[in-house]
């Protein structure tokens, strides 16, 4: 099994530019996160799904959008790049109440 | 929210055993106790988590303390690849799992 699987792994935006990181898990989970960690701090919760059609808002949301139309991905979208993003990205996958399952992260600077 | 409290940094010795605490007086009856670790350049990666009990898995042991407001990760031997930040964190819903800064582990050969 591939577990949660990231793209891009970096990637550099201007000011402005909007991307879409994408986020697939083969373990059919029904829960999905995206979050955020910025350096040296902890991760932070952007948005997350419990299923198919569904998602929700965690703390910070701000700035993104999420889609859910398969159990198996869950791109965020970034629609205008701004500084304050540049960030690292994790999405994460689970079957409550088990453990999530992180990715590697994706590593967005923006310029 | 419930918050926990965790040193900043601890330091062992390879092949020693490590304990590394964590606060959390405003924990609720029904709050898990998680433990995750991240190594450098990867996401995070579950550890042990519990409700009452001590728990041991092949990873680590995890105290509770009786009134739940305080808990324990211990692993019994400390090897270089434990190296990490290790994250205790209290988990009141399914959906929301808040993070702190962590505590970076530095293992010495």
């Known amino acids: 099994n591939a577990g949660v699987t990231q793209t891009p792994k970096f990637r550099i935006l201007k000011i402005g530019q909007s991307m879409t990181l994408q986020c697939t898990q083969d373990?059919?989970?029904?829960?999905m996160y995206w979050y955020r960690q910025d350096p040296g701090m902890g991760l932070k919760l952007i948005y997350y799904?419990?299923?198919?059609?569904?998602?929700d808002k965690g703390e910070v949301p701000n700035g993104y959008n999420v889609s859910r139309s398969t159990t198996e991905d869950f791109p965020l979208r970034l629609e205008l790049a701004a500084p304050s993003q540049t960030s690292v990205y994790f999405c994460?996958?689970?079957?409550?109440?088990?453990?999530?399952?992180f990715g590697d992260g994706t590593r967005l600077s923006i310029l | 929210d419930a918050k926990t409290t965790q040193p900043n940094s601890m330091e062992s010795n390879e092949e020693e055993p490590v304990h590394l605490p964590c606060n959390h007086s405003?924990?609720?009856?029904?709050?898990?106790i998680h433990w995750y670790r991240q190594l450098p350049s990867q996401g995070p990666e579950y550890v042990i988590h519990?409700?009452?009990s001590n728990v041991n898995n092949r990873m680590a042991s995890l105290a509770i303390a009786e009134d739940r407001k305080s808990s324990t990760l211990i692993l019994h031997r400390a090897t270089l690849r434990d190296a990490a930040v290790y994250y205790c964190?209290?988990?009141?819903?399914?959906?929301?799992?808040?993070f702190g800064a962590g505590t970076r582990l530095t293992v010495k050969p």
């Open positions: 405003t924990i609720s009856g029904t709050d898990y």
């Open positions: 994460a996958s689970s079957v409550p109440p088990r453990p999530q399952h």
């Open positions: 519990g409700l009452t």
């Open positions: 964190i209290l988990v009141y819903n399914n959906n929301d799992m808040r």
């Open positions: 373990m059919n989970h029904n829960y």
């Open positions: 799904s419990v299923g198919a059609g569904i998602t």
